[in-house]
């Protein structure tokens, strides 16, 4: 699906700040019309004093919307972060007394929805392009995969979930069946219709450890179940179906983009998008001709090629919002 990599931009650091400037100043002149940016780590970070405010996410979406540019951003999180996302921005629209429309993407790009919210409680306008839901089946082998493991899981990350599994959620993104599929474990698992979640250990290397091994131990059922393991250097793997588009596996993030552009009837050139995990969960979503992420150890094809790094003064999320607000 993708070129083999073979540059290291932290060899040439200079060079690519010099030339993401350059990008962003392009695509302003041939007019932007889709900001497409990933969650976790590129729009929020929870352990930044600064950005890991879910409200800056929601001003961020109105500066761009404002600007007539549509604003789509796609995370891991799916059900975990709507809920959340549904409260905040109706809060934010009726205090603004406005309508806001985004496009919102849950599971590495598994499903797509155009959102407006508007100014009346509980007044929410969604208009599902796709989604790809995984089964019951598939749900019990990926948690049987995972507790074979014998995982010990980062505590803070357990009981994230833990709350979530304690709560009436919207059935149409946990079907009963997957919640009393997932409560027995505590929160280490949170399944819904979408993907399935495992918690990973707190240490990152021993992360990537265990999403070696459950890439590995997962593969043995592409012949019944062609699955994929999606992680942004946080303590969560996201199980979700592979994906086609157009009959040809396709990353999910990228297939968000390619929906909206289709949506739209716009061209790549008129998008500019935005992650912070170019070699692994954001590979996709950044193979755009102008995409940007904030991870300076970005191993691509070569100077030229995107995604082109930021420069990252203070926060890595920080270089994100400077770059969309020089966009608009």
């Not at 265990?210 to 890439?215: E, N, P």
């Not at 990353?251 to 968000?256: A, E, N, V």
């Not at 193979?287 to 930021?310: E, R």
């Amino acid at each position: 699906m993708f070129m083999a990599l073979n540059y290291s931009a932290k060899n040439n650091l200079k060079n690519e700040y010099r030339l993401s400037k350059d990008k962003l100043t392009e695509i302003t002149k041939r007019g932007i019309k889709l900001i497409a940016a990933d969650y976790d780590g590129t729009l929020y970070d929870r352990y930044d004093p600064i950005y890991n405010d879910i409200n800056k996410v929601v001003e961020l979406a109105y500066l761009v919307t404002k600007n007539k540019i549509h604003f789509a951003f796609v995370s891991g999180r799916n059900t975990t972060l709507e809920i959340e996302l549904r409260e905040i921005i109706h809060q934010f629209c009726r205090k603004k007394k406005i309508n806001l429309t985004i496009w919102r993407s849950g599971g590495n790009g598994m499903n797509l929805s155009k959102i407006t919210y508007t100014s009346q409680p509980h007044d929410i306008n969604i208009q599902k392009i796709y989604s790809n839901n995984i089964n019951i089946e598939m749900a019990k082998i990926i948690i049987k995969t995972y507790e074979d493991l014998n995982i010990k899981a980062d505590p803070k990350s357990q009981a994230f979930f833990k709350k979530f599994l304690e709560k009436n959620l919207p059935e149409d993104l946990v079907p009963k069946s997957f919640l009393k599929l997932a409560q027995p474990y505590q929160g280490k698992v949170f399944a819904e219709s979408v993907k399935v979640s495992l918690v990973l250990p707190t240490n990152p290397k021993e992360q990537e450890r265990y999403i070696m091994l459950l890439r590995k131990k997962l593969s043995k059922y592409n012949s019944i179940y062609k699955l994929n393991v999606g992680w942004g250097k946080i303590p969560f793997a996201d199980v979700s179906k592979k994906l086609e588009y157009k009959g040809k596996q396709i990353d999910g993030k990228l297939l968000m983009v390619k929906n909206i552009i289709k949506e739209l009837k716009i061209d790549e050139s008129q998008v500019a998008t935005f992650g912070d995990a170019p070699n692994d969960n954001n590979r996709g979503l950044l193979s755009l001709p102008y995409s940007f992420t904030n991870d300076k150890n970005a191993v691509k094809l070569s100077l030229n090629s995107s995604p082109y790094i930021l420069k990252v003064k203070k926060s890595p999320v920080g270089a994100i919002y400077d770059a969309i607000n020089y966009l608009v």
